[in-house]
């Protein structure tokens, strides 16, 4: 069964910071492109950062440029997105998704990703 699993979301004050992970089970992300999106409440899911199949590639929102650094552990079939600083407005529902590499666009929009993960829920409040 092809899956993807996100852990290490939980409630954080605002400056905190946390790592969310992302592990594929069944499929082998070396030959995936991988998004990590958000979606909070009452809003569009929207990109928040991308990594190309070799790592070599990474792309960020404006909003999270210099705070998020999202990278991979191939031998561990997994990717991450340490988090730092952390703002009320980073609150939201946090996916992975992987798109197959033959898709040209390293960043690709949630409707062209082939696999998401359920999620994991990241609240910023004091």
């Known amino acids: 069964q092809l899956q993807l699993v996100e852990s290490g979301g939980g409630l954080v004050q605002p400056g905190g910071s946390l790592r969310l992970s992302c592990v594929a089970s069944?499929?082998?992300?070396?030959?995936?492109?991988i998004g990590w999106f958000r979606q909070a409440p009452g809003k569009e899911r929207e990109g928040v950062s991308c990594?190309?199949?070799?790592?070599?590639?990474?792309y960020y929102a404006d909003s999270v440029k210099g705070r998020f650094t999202m990278s991979r552990d191939i031998g561990a079939n997994t990717v991450h997105l340490q988090m730092n600083s952390l703002k009320p407005e980073d609150t939201a529902v946090y996916y992975c998704?992987?798109?197959?590499?033959?898709?040209?666009?390293?960043?690709?929009?949630?409707?062209?990703?082939?696999?998401w993960g359920k999620g994991t829920l990241v609240t910023v409040s004091s």
């Open positions: 998704a992987a798109v197959h590499l033959t898709v040209a666009t390293i960043c690709t929009p949630p409707d062209g990703m082939h696999y």
């Open positions: 069944g499929f082998s992300l070396d030959y995936y492109n």
């Open positions: 990594i190309s199949s070799s790592g070599s590639v990474v």
